[in-house]
C-alpha cells in the first residue's frame, strides 16, 4: 500500500485521469470536474511521471491512449466503479426514506399485516415497505433493510435478534374437526388427510419430521395436498382442506381469530429459531431501528403458544 501511494499521490488523480480517458479530452475532463484544462494537463503529466509511462499520445487537437494508457483505463474505471457503487449503497442505506422487509408470503400476510394498520398510526411518516420472496434472498446485495431469517442466529455478515423460537403444532379449521371428527392421537393424525409444505428455497420440517420427531411409523401415501408457499398451507386449512403444520407465530393471529385450532394437543419446539436479521456494517436509519424494535415489541406481546404449556404438552428441544 505504501509504494502504490508513492505512484498515486493524490486519489483526485484517479479521478482526473478517469475522466481524461473517457472524454479522450483535457478540456471536456475539466468541465466534468469542475477544474481549468491546465490543472487537468498537470496532474496527467504527474501521474505519467509517477508511473514512468506515458498515459497519453498527445497529437495537435488530438488526444489518445497510449496502450498502457488503455489498460490502466480499463482498471482505473472498473475499480471507481466498484467504489462508487458500493459508496451510492451505504449512503442510500443511511439517508433513504424508506425501509424494506424481506420476508416469507405467511410472514407478511399473517404476522406483519394484521399489526401494520395500528403501526402506521403510531408512525405516519415512516415509509415501510415489505418485500416478499420465496426465498431468503441477501438482504445486503439487494440492498434491504431488514429480513427474517430461520436458523441458529449466526450468520457472518448479519446482526441477528431473536424473534420466536419454532413451535410446531398441527392446525385445521373447527369445522373440519367437526365434521370429521376428533383427532384421537398421533395415529389417528397419520391417517387424516394432511397438508404438505414443500418449499424448494426455505428447508422446513416437514411432515415426517413430525412423526419422527414423535417417534410414529409414518409413510406418506402422496394424497395429501401439497403447496409451495406456506401462506397457501393456512389457506387452505382455514378453508377445511385437510390438517397443517401450524408455526406458532405465523399461525397466531388466525387462531385468535378463531379460524384455526390446534387439531391436537402436541407441540414440537425444534432447535430453531426466528430472527430478525440487519447488515453489520451498514448502520439502520432512526426509522430502521424504529421498525426493528417495533418487530421485537410485538413479538414478545404475541406468544400465547410458547411455554407455559399444560401438561401432557410435547416441548421437548431435538
Not at 112 to 140: E, M, V
Request: glycine residues 6%.
Amino acid at each position: 500500500m505504501l509504494e502504490f501511494r508513492k505512484l498515486i499521490a493524490s486519489p483526485s488523480a484517479l479521478f482526473t485521469f478517469e475522466a481524461a480517458a473517457r472524454f479522450c479530452s483535457f478540456t471536456r475532463a475539466a468541465k466534468e470536474l469542475g477544474v481549468t484544462q491546465a490543472a487537468v494537463s498537470f496532474a496527467i503529466k504527474s501521474l505519467e511521471q509517477n508511473l514512468g509511462v506515458m498515459l497519453f499520445q498527445r497529437e495537435h487537437k488530438h488526444l489518445e491512449l497510449t496502450e498502457a494508457g488503455e489498460r490502466f483505463y480499463q482498471d482505473v474505471a472498473m475499480g471507481l466503479g466498484h467504489i462508487g457503487r458500493s459508496a451510492e449503497a451505504l449512503h442510500r442505506n443511511v439517508t433513504s426514506n424508506h425501509v424494506t422487509l424481506s420476508c416469507s408470503t405467511a410472514f407478511a400476510s399473517h404476522w406483519i399485516i394484521p399489526r401494520l394498520q395500528a403501526f402506521r398510526a403510531n408512525h405516519p411518516d415512516i415509509d415501510f415497505r415489505i418485500q416478499t420472496s420465496d426465498r431468503d434472498i441477501n438482504i445486503i446485495t439487494e440492498k434491504i433493510h431488514l429480513g427474517i431469517r430461520r436458523g441458529h442466529g449466526e450468520w457472518a455478515e448479519y446482526e441477528s435478534y431473536e424473534l420466536a423460537r419454532e413451535i410446531l403444532f398441527p392446525v385445521c379449521n373447527p369445522s373440519y374437526l367437526e365434521t370429521q371428527g376428533p383427532v384421537r392421537d398421533l395415529n389417528d393424525l397419520a391417517e387424516r388427510k394432511l397438508i404438505h409444505l414443500e418449499e424448494p428455497h426455505r428447508p422446513r420440517p416437514t411432515w415426517d419430521d413430525w412423526f419422527k420427531h414423535h417417534k410414529i411409523k409414518y409413510r406418506d401415501d402422496q394424497d395429501g395436498l401439497r403447496l409451495n408457499d406456506y401462506a397457501l398451507v393456512v389457506q387452505a386449512a382455514i378453508g377445511s382442506q385437510g390438517i397443517a403444520m401450524g408455526w406458532s407465530h405465523i399461525v397466531d393471529h388466525p387462531m385468535r381469530q378463531g379460524l384455526l385450532v390446534k387439531a391436537i394437543d402436541l407441540t414440537w419446539q425444534t432447535d430453531q429459531r426466528f430472527y430478525v436479521v440487519a447488515s453489520k456494517d451498514i448502520a439502520l436509519s432512526d426509522d430502521g431501528e424504529t421498525i426493528r424494535r417495533w418487530i421485537l415489541e410485538e413479538a414478545k406481546l404475541a406468544s400465547p403458544w410458547e411455554p407455559n404449556a399444560p401438561t401432557g404438552v410435547d416441548l421437548r428441544t431435538d
